[in-house]
Every structure is written in C-alpha cells, then in structure tokens.
C-alpha cells in the first residue's frame, strides 16, 4: 500500500518539479509549484508525519505560493516571450545531472548499512513535548528569525525612499 | 519489495537536483526563488525520511529540524520577494542576467 | 730618517690637496702656498732618502707594508726603493718644485689694467699638489695594485689641469681626448696586471718579476701581459697610435705641459716598462715590439715637430719623438740609458717648456713661431735658456743630452739590429733640425715691430728657469766616475748582475755628435740665410708636407672610428636595450601581468548564475572525486 502510494506522490512531485524549472510561463511555474509542494506533503503522510504535512500545507500551500504569485503580478515583464533560460543552461543541467547521479549513487551503495523497512511515525503529543523543552532555545530563536524577517520585508519592500544605496 | 530508506533518498536527491537547475539556469529572479522551494523541501523529505525509517530515540530531531526549516524558508520567501520588488521598482526588471553591479 | 720614511714623501702632496681642495676658500690667497711649502717639503725629505739609500748599498730595498689581506691573499702598500725609484724621485720633487714656484709667477694675468692672480689658482694648486702626490706613488709602489690606482690619479689629474680653462671648448674636448685616449691603454694596463696576478697570486713586483724570471709563467702567458701592459704604457707616454692627445693637450697652462707632459706623466709609461724590463726579456716579441713602437714613434713626433708652426705643439711632438727613443733603447734592454735619457729629457724639455711659457706670458698667448723672431734682445734670459735646451735635446755636447743619447746609441747597437742604428740617428737628424729651426724661428732674426713691447719675466718665473739651464749644461757629468763611491750613472742605474762602466767608444761618439752638430747647423742656416731653399722644399714635397700638417691623418682615422664604429655600435646597443629590453622585458612582464588580469577579469561577470555554475560544478567535482577515492 505505502509503495503504491510513494510511487504516485513521488511520481507527481517529480513531474511538477520539472514543471517548474522548465515552464515559459512563470505563473504556470508558481502553479506547477503548489502541486509540487502538495505532493510532498503526501509523502509526509507516507512517511507517519501527518503533523507536518500539515504544517507544509498551511504554510507553503497557504502562505507562500499566495504572496510569489502577488510578487509576479507586482513584476510583471512585458517581453517574457523570450528564453526564459540562462544561456548556459547546459552547464546546469549536466552538473545536476551528475550531482544526483552521485548522491543517487552513493545513497544505493550505503543502503546496506541499515535495515531500512520498517516506519514509523511520532506521535503529536511528543513532538510538541519535544519542541518546547529540549528544543525550545532554536524554537525561540526561530520566532526571532520571523520577526526580523517581518521587519525586514516592510523596511526594503517600502516605496517611499529611491535615493538611498548607490546604483553604478 | 516494500518500501525502503533508500527510495526516498533517491527521489529527495532527484528533487534537489531539479531544483538546483532551477537555481541555476532560470533568468526571473522569482523562478529561482521557487526552485529554491524545491530544494529546501528535497532536504524536508530526506530529513523526515531518516526519522521514520531509524527507530531511535533521536526520531523527533528529523522532525523538528524540518518544523525549523519550514520557518525559515517562509521568513526567507519574505524577504527575498521584498528584494525583489525593490529590485523591479529600481530596474524595472527582475533578469538576472540584468543584475550584475558587481561586474569586473 | 732614513728610507722607512720615503712615504712621507707623497704624503705632503695628498695632505696639500686635502686642504685646499676643501677650506681653500677661507685660507689666504687660495691657499697657493700650502702647495708650494708641500712639494718643496718633498723635495727637501727626498735628501735623507738619498743619503740613507746609498749608506745601505746601492741595490733594491724594500719597504713592505700590509694594506689589506684577505686570507692568504694580502695586498701592500709598501715601497720599493732602488736606483730607479731615486731617480725618479729627484726629477719629480725638483722639476715640481720649480714648475710650482714658476706657476706662482705665471698664473698671474692681466684684467683691467692691474695684475691678478687666476681666479680659480687655488683649485690649479691643489691639483698638482695632488699630481705630485700620486707621481711619487706610482714611483715607490712596490705592487702593482697601488702602482695602477696611482697610475689612474696622475691620468685624472692630467686631465682636470689640461681642462684647467674649461671656458674653453678646445681645452675640454682637449681633456676629454686624452683622458680616453689613455684609457684605452689603460684597460690594456688592466687587464695585463691581472693576468700576472693570476699567474703568480701576488700583486708585489718583486715577487712577480722573481716568479716570471724563474720560468714559473708560461710563455705565452707572460707575452700576452707584457704586451698588454705595454699598451698602457703606450697610452700615458704618448706612443704611436695613442700619441694623438698629447700636442692636444698643450690646451693646458704651460707650466702643466712642462711638469705633467714632458717631464714626469708621460715618463710613467717609459719608468713601467723600466721597472718590469726583466719580464720584457723573457719576452722577446713583447720587447721587440717596444722597440718597434718605439722608433715609430720617435720619427713620427720628429717629422711632426718639423712643419708645425705652434711653438707648444712643436715641443709634444719633440717630447713624443725623445718618449720614442727612451721606448726603443728600453726596448733594446738599455735600462741605464733609458732612465738617464729621462731624467736629462727631463730637465731640458720642462725648461724649454717654461721658456716658452714665459714668450705666452709677456704676449698674451701668442705660440705661433711665425709671429715671433728676434726674441733674445727683448727676452735675454729666456732666449738664452731655450738655446741652451735645445742644443741640449738636439744632443750637442757637452751638453746634458748628449751624453744620455749616445749611451742610447751605445744601447741600441749593442742590442738591436743595424736597422734600428741607422733609423735612430735619421730620427737624430731630424731632431736636430727641428730644433734649430724653432729656436731660430723665435729667437733670432729680426724682431718684429708689433713685438717691441715684449719683455723679459718676473723673477718668479725666470728663476726656474736659469736652474734648469745650469743643468743643462752640467747634469749630464753625472755620467762619469765622479769620485768617491760613486763610479757613474752605469754603475749605480743598472738592473742585472752589474753595470757597466762609462766608456767612450770613439767612432760612435764621433759619428753622433757630427750628426747632431751638422744637422743644427744646417737648421739654422736653412732658416738664416737660406729661407727660400725651404720654401722650395715645401713645394716640392707638398704632397708629404699636407700628410705632415695633417698630423699623419690620425685624428680623422680615430674620429671616423669613433662615428662609425663606436656610435654605430652604441646605437645598436641602445636600440636593442630600448625595444628588447624595456618594451619587452620590463614594460612587456607589466604589460602581460595587466592583460592577464584583464583577460581574468572576464569571469568575474557580476551575474549570480554564474558564480552559481561555477560552484555547482566544483562542488560536484569534488565530491565526485571524493567518492571515486573513497569507494
């Protein structure tokens, strides 16, 4: 059952993900995205942690897909009928090309360290538990991240002042 | 044949990858943002896949980490679309190829 | 005091230099005096030298002191004094001595109407004092390190007191030709020194001479040296074809032509050859080569002297014909002959210098012989004492000269072949003639009427030269046993196993003084009574008188040389230092290193993906090494 499962979510995951890197239309992109970032909470799921597949669905789902496609209607280009590629595309592709060959590689040859069939998943309860007393210092320090983040985004996203940073 | 770690780590490798050829190939900034996406959440998925398939004690490290990176991604997301509206406001465009003040 | 203070003989000079070379402006009058105290101070500390040299025995002693050693290798500074180095010695201290106190007289000129000195004389006294100075090193060194620094000084001094006037452009173009006419003896001087060095390990003379003399130096080796040191030796005496700076060089004050040029400087290369004789016979071709030279030479200053008009470059060029015969006899092994003809050249040719330096004074500069004539009646003095010089030089006896030339004929025949008898006494003839006609030319024969205004030399200046004349007539006794310890210049000048005594060998000394006698007479009579007899000749010979005024074309040879050879070469020199050297080498190592940077700079195109690209691909590199290794 969880095979089948991981076959149809992985398989849709990885086909939007293609979708996004390859798409002309960057909304079309933002889209395939969503799709991409659902089927990864799918695999959660697979994977016993329901909690978190929430989570990614809340946030990506909800927050982040919402505010990149309110950038892409704020920076629309007229003339984004052009490639919408780096020239040197190739590059790119052959050095991930061999960077998941490596990494697929070296994964299959160490599979045999550990026995690696059974799952399983944690419980909410002790995820929380865990949250805030062993990891409550990065936790704190995350809602301190967000924050700045919130202020960060207001101070450079403001149209008020264009004359400040010096432009070559 | 059921369902291993190993699985997962190809697909999570396979997923970063594609997503670093986002990073590197596209020309709108917001394309490379959103393959940026990608990659964080390749990692996720490995990360999560390491928690469920060790049964140890040290399961909800995975978890949690991921709950962090979540985060991070989200604030980071914030700030870099804000840069990126800067960036559209000053140049009128958000070509990467366009952006290079640190040329030569 | 004794021999082991000779050193102080130089010493007074440098010291005199020092001083006023440097306070000359705070010190009285220039300081002239210090230069005249120190060279008779030299003069006067030469007589215990003297007296103490001959209570040890007439023979070489040595003097020796260290002046820098650097392991086994040490080079002195010590001082050789025999025969040679005392006759030296004399000449130097007594003809400077007299050349100063004349100078005090001479350097004096008229400016608006009143009498004052030079205004640069404290400069022209220091130099000297330096001259002499550095003269009587190179005579007392006992290592030819010391003996080439010295060498070097007398050559710059020359050349600072030739440019004394440097006012004038003949006189520093004048400088300049013998400063690099000598030099390029010198670099033969250099290189020949080195060569012995290396052969025997020492700088020290006698060592050098001892190790040759033994067969320790190969021959090759030791010809190769000789022959090298000779073309020094060519340079400073005024040697065909380095003789051509000297009549140049009469460009100087005359009492500096008469100290520097005809009696002591030029007489540096005739005293090196002296001094290292015993190497010049071992070898033979290097000597014969010396004799060569040196009547070359002899009858070329000769023919010279004959048709110039200018009364100073007639006496350079009759100083370049006597340096000739003392290289010829040198050059026949006549070693006695050879330093007694110096030191009589010596005294007679500074006197004529002086003579002719007192005709200069009292009319403003004029040295062309055709605008004197019939001098002696307003210049008694000085017309006496020119005759006398110049009967002297022309070797009429009893004459101080006379003596000297016909030991150089006894030399010459004992040594050399018959050839080199007959050329000397052609040279001998010329000599004679040359001189008769100059002193005829100024002194005799009616006097001009611009002339009458003409007179006689302060005291100063005539003084000196009344010494010398004495000399003149008397210095040449020397050659007889005179009593005493003293059996004769043979006996007490010699190098090798022992002297020889005076003789007269009367068919020579017949032959030469009717030569010599003859030949005056015909001069004067040519010019006397016979003057268009030379007018003729000058016709008829034309071809060869425009060769003779021409000096030979040397100077038109060596200049061509210069602008072709050395400039062209020059030229090339500095095209290739230009373009292969700095565009290339320096601005082009410049140049690459910023084209490179520019090239490198490419990569830096400010755009992420590329910086991007590049990481990604390293990092897959290297981990796709690392995994290669480690799996």
């Not at chain 1, 002309?24 to 969503?34: E, Q, S, T």
């Not at chain 1, 991409?36 to 809340?58: P, T, Y």
């Not at chain 1, 909800?62 to 595309?89: C, K, N, P, Q, Y």
């Not at chain 3, 102080?8 to 005096?33: D, M, N």
């Amino acid at each position: 059952m969880g095979l089948v499962l991981f076959y149809i979510l992985g398989g849709i995951t990885i086909v939007a993900a293609l979708g996004v890197v390859t798409t002309r239309n960057i909304v079309y992109g933002a889209l395939f995205l969503l799709v991409s970032l659902m089927g990864v909470a799918g695999l959660f799921v697979v994977l016993f942690a329901e909690f978190l597949a929430l989570v990614q669905l809340l946030i990506y789902g909800g927050a982040i897909i919402i505010v990149i496609l309110f950038a892409l209607m704020l920076t629309r280009e007229t003339d984004f009928s052009i490639a919408t590629e780096h020239r040197r595309w190739p590059v790119a592709a052959v050095v991930s090309l061999a960077l998941f060959g490596l990494l697929a590689s070296s994964a299959i040859n160490d599979s045999s360290l550990y026995n690696s069939d059974r799952r399983s998943g944690i419980g909410i309860e002790e995820l929380g538990t865990g949250l805030f007393e062993n990891w409550a210092v990065p936790f704190e320090i995350a809602s301190i991240v967000l924050l700045v983040a919130l202020i960060g985004a207001i101070v450079i996203g403001r149209s008020g002042d264009e004359e400040d940073g010096g432009q070559a | 044949m059921s369902l291993e770690l190993v699985d997962f780590q190809i697909l999570a490798a396979a997923l970063f990858c594609l997503g670093l050829y986002g990073v590197l190939a596209r020309r709108s900034a917001v394309m490379v943002l959103m393959a940026v996406e990608l990659m964080l959440n390749a990692v996720n998925i490995n990360l999560i896949a390491f928690s469920a398939f060790r049964p140890v004690s040290s399961m909800i490290t995975g978890q949690v980490i991921v709950i962090f990176v979540i985060t991070v991604a989200a604030a980071e997301v914030g700030l870099a679309l804000a840069v990126i509206m800067r960036l559209y406001r000053r140049r009128g465009t958000v070509n990467v190829d366009e952006i290079d003040l640190m040329k030569g | 005091m004794g021999i082991e203070e000779a050193w102080l003989i130089p010493t007074y000079g440098f010291v005199a230099f020092g001083v006023i070379a440097l306070f000359g402006r705070y010190l009285p009058l220039q300081g002239k005096h210090l230069s005249i105290i120190a060279i008779v101070a030299a003069f006067v500390t030469f007589w215990p030298v003297l007296f103490d040299f001959v209570s040890l025995g007439v023979g070489e002693h040595h003097v020796p002191r260290v002046w820098f050693s650097a392991g086994e290798f040490s080079v002195g500074s010590g001082m050789i004094i025999d025969p040679l180095t005392i006759v030296m010695l004399a000449l130097v201290t007594f003809v400077a001595s007299l050349v100063q106190i004349y100078s005090l007289g001479y350097m004096r000129h008229a400016h608006n109407g009143h009498v004052a000195d030079d205004p640069r004389i404290g400069w022209y006294f220091a130099v000297h004092s330096l001259f002499t100075a550095a003269m009587l090193t190179l005579v007392l060194a006992d290592n030819l390190l010391l003996l080439y620094l010295a060498w070097e000084l007398v050559g710059l001094c020359s050349y600072l007191l030739i440019g004394f006037w440097w006012e004038r452009k003949s006189a520093v173009n004048a400088s300049k030709k013998a400063f690099i006419t000598t030099r390029v003896g010198d670099v033969g001087l250099l290189i020949g020194i080195l060569i012995l060095v290396t052969e025997t390990g020492t700088f020290d003379i006698s060592t050098i001479i001892h190790h040759v003399t033994a067969g320790d130096v190969s021959d090759g080796k030791t010809t190769l040296a000789a022959f090298l040191i000779f073309l020094g030796a060519m340079g400073k005496s005024a040697q065909f074809p380095l003789h051509v700076w000297l009549p140049d060089a009469m460009e100087g004050p005359t009492p500096v032509s008469a100290l520097i040029h005809a009696a002591t400087m030029v007489t540096a290369g005739v005293f090196l050859v002296a001094r290292l004789l015993p190497i010049y016979e071992v070898a033979e071709s290097a000597q014969m080569f010396v004799a060569v030279i040196g009547i070359i030479t002899a009858l070329m200053g000769a023919t010279l002297a004959l048709v110039v008009t200018d009364l100073k470059r007639m006496l350079a060029y009759s100083t370049m014909s006597h340096l000739g015969f003392m290289m010829l006899t040198l050059g026949a092994g006549g070693y006695t002959a050879a330093a007694f003809h110096l030191l009589m050249h010596g005294l007679s040719k500074a006197m004529l210098f002086l003579s002719a330096g007192s005709i200069m004074h009292s009319m403003h500069d004029e040295t062309d012989m055709n605008k004197m004539g019939g001098l002696r009646h307003r210049m008694p003095i000085t017309g006496a004492a020119f005759t006398i010089g110049a009967l002297s030089l022309s070797g009429i006896a009893p004459l101080a000269a006379f003596w000297s030339k016909d030991e150089m004929l006894v030399a010459i025949k004992d040594g050399l072949n018959p050839i080199f008898v007959v050329l000397f006494l052609v040279a001998v003839v010329l000599s004679a003639l040359y001189m008769a006609r100059a002193t005829y030319l100024v002194f005799f024969g009616p006097l001009k009427s611009e002339n009458r205004a003409v007179h006689e030399s302060p005291l100063l200046m005539s003084l000196p030269l009344v010494v010398l004349a004495v000399l003149s007539v008397f210095a040449g006794f020397i050659v007889l046993p005179l009593g005493g310890d003293y059996e004769g210049i043979g006996r007490f000048l010699f190098h090798g196993e022992h002297g020889h005594d005076f003789e007269i060998q009367p068919l020579w000394t017949i032959v030469s003084i009717v030569l010599a006698t003859g030949s005056f007479a015909l001069g004067i009579w040519l010019y006397k009574s016979s003057r268009s007899t030379v007018d003729t000749i000058r016709v008829q010979f034309s071809g060869v008188h425009r060769i003779l005024v021409n000096r030979y074309y040397m100077d038109t040879m060596y200049q061509w040389i210069v602008d072709r050879v050395v400039l062209a070469l020059g030229r090339a020199v500095a095209l290739f230092d230009r373009t292969v050297v700095n565009d290339r080498g320096v601005n082009g190592a410049g140049l690459t290193v910023l084209g490179a940077g520019k090239r490198l700079r490419g990569h830096v195109t400010g755009l992420f993906a590329d910086y991007g690209l590049a990481m990604g691909a390293g990092v897959t590199a290297i981990a796709l090494y690392v995994w290669l290794r480690g799996a």
